[in-house]
């Protein structure tokens, strides 16, 4: 593999770790307020 490519798959998987923490974290406070007022209504 040449330089070019390792630099351009290091670039590729930096975008993909900034995109999915972009959906991530809030999908991820999402559920956790879910799961929160569901508890709450039924516990």
């Not at 798959?9 to 569901?38: D, F, H, I, M, N």
């Amino acid at each position: 593999m040449s330089t070019a490519n390792t630099s351009a798959a290091k670039q590729s998987t930096g975008r993909l770790t900034v995109a999915w923490a972009l959906v991530g974290v809030p999908l991820a406070y999402g559920v956790y307020e879910t799961l929160t007022r569901v508890t709450a209504l039924f516990g």
